[in-house]
């Protein structure tokens, strides 16, 4: 079999990704990477015409997030479900805000979506984790493209270091980066939002009546962390202020985060999918010792 045609595979056991992807802190920094990614006009036109984030958000948010869980966690699966994705995004296409017409395959707009997710978590860790060392920064960033291979996002299409990366990056947020009609929905305060329908049937009914009072201030919490755990550069690009008084509440609460998570249990800090795969990985090592 040749380079070319070898099945990608997850980024490995004991990694950076394995220990960041599946912990808890890690749905904090998703809004961020999201809103990032649909402030390209290609991209945004892609979710504003074809996706529904409007009619269904937890159903598209439980599907999006067991996906990237796949991603690092899915072994064999890995690989197939990078391959659903393609298949999925094959008849996406149309024209953006910009009059230009796009393709959700199209590699320049493919691989942004999944680059956004290397500043983000490297980003955030100053907040909710441990700052990384200049080792585990290219650790995460060499995982993130064994991530985009599984996605089928060619080596071509992404820069291959991260000294490549960062004028890549800038030059995305220069030429092609603005606010447009998905980012204000993804940032607003009052926008409609159902209930959620996923969980036990007594948590539901209960979540349904206390929504109206409950969906405020989770939608202002939502808009803080959003535009609080995106690169600043990345913020100012979109046109997202942001105050030094934010950025005092940010720290004191990323202080919190950071205190808390990591004494928690394992079943309550990792996502399932994660702390299965971490379990397996334990059970095997201590077979083989």
């Given at each position: 079999?040749?380079?070319?045609?070898?099945?990608?595979v997850?980024?490995?056991?004991?990694?950076?990704?394995?220990?960041?992807?599946?912990?808890?802190?890690?749905?904090?920094?998703?809004?961020?990477?999201?809103?990032?990614?649909?402030?390209?006009?290609?991209?945004?036109?892609?979710?504003?015409?074809?996706?529904?984030?409007?009619?269904?958000p937890?159903?598209?948010?439980?599907?999006?997030?067991?996906?990237?869980?796949?991603?690092?966690?899915?072994?064999?699966?890995?690989?197939?479900?990078?391959?659903?994705?393609?298949?999925?995004h094959?008849?996406?296409?149309?024209?953006?805000?910009?009059?230009?017409?796009?393709?959700?395959?199209?590699?320049?707009?493919?691989?942004?979506?999944?680059a956004?997710?290397?500043?983000?978590?490297?980003?955030?860790?100053?907040?909710?984790?441990?700052?990384?060392t200049?080792?585990?920064?290219?650790?995460?960033?060499?995982?993130w493209?064994?991530?985009?291979?599984i996605?089928?996002?060619h080596?071509?299409?992404?820069?291959?270091?991260?000294?490549?990366?960062?004028p890549?990056?800038?030059?995305?947020?220069?030429?092609?980066?603005?606010?447009?009609?998905?980012?204000?929905?993804?940032?607003?305060?009052?926008?409609?939002?159902?209930?959620?329908?996923?969980?036990?049937?007594?948590?539901?009914?209960?979540?349904?009546?206390l929504?109206?009072v409950?969906?405020p201030?989770?939608?202002?919490?939502?808009?803080?962390?959003t535009?609080?755990?995106?690169?600043?550069?990345?913020?100012?690009?979109?046109?997202?202020?942001?105050?030094?008084?934010?950025?005092?509440?940010?720290?004191?609460?990323?202080?919190?985060?950071?205190?808390?998570?990591?004494?928690?249990?394992?079943?309550?800090?990792?996502?399932?999918?994660?702390?299965?795969?971490?379990?397996?990985?334990?059970?095997?090592?201590?077979?083989?010792?």
């Amino acid at each position: 079999m040749t380079h070319r045609d070898a099945v990608p595979v997850p980024p490995p056991p004991g990694g950076v990704l394995w220990s960041l992807a599946g912990d808890v802190r890690m749905l904090l920094t998703l809004p961020a990477a999201l809103t990032m990614q649909v402030a390209h006009p290609a991209v945004g036109a892609g979710v504003d015409q074809h996706s529904v984030f409007r009619t269904d958000p937890w159903g598209r948010g439980e599907r999006s997030l067991r996906s990237l869980q796949l991603w690092v966690y899915g072994g064999e699966r890995a690989a197939e479900e990078g391959r659903r994705l393609r298949r999925l995004h094959k008849v996406i296409q149309g024209t953006d805000a910009t009059g230009r017409r796009y393709h959700a395959l199209t590699p320049a707009y493919y691989a942004w979506v999944h680059a956004t997710g290397y500043p983000v978590f490297a980003h955030t860790q100053q907040y909710i984790g441990r700052p990384f060392t200049d080792a585990q920064h290219r650790e995460l960033y060499t995982e993130w493209l064994q991530v985009g291979r599984i996605l089928g996002i060619h080596d071509r299409d992404m820069p291959q270091t991260i000294e490549e990366f960062w004028p890549y990056y800038r030059k995305v947020l220069a030429d092609e980066i603005a606010n447009n009609v998905v980012v204000e929905e993804l940032v607003a305060t009052d926008r409609p939002v159902p209930p959620p329908d996923r969980g036990p049937l007594a948590l539901r009914l209960a979540l349904r009546v206390l929504w109206p009072v409950l969906l405020p201030p989770l939608a202002r919490f939502r808009r803080f962390v959003t535009i609080g755990f995106m690169p600043p550069d990345a913020r100012e690009a979109i046109g997202l202020d942001w105050t030094d008084e934010q950025e005092r509440k940010l720290r004191r609460f990323g202080r919190v985060v950071r205190a808390v998570v990591p004494v928690l249990p394992e079943r309550l800090r990792y996502l399932p999918l994660a702390r299965r795969a971490r379990a397996e990985f334990r059970h095997s090592v201590h077979r083989r010792a």
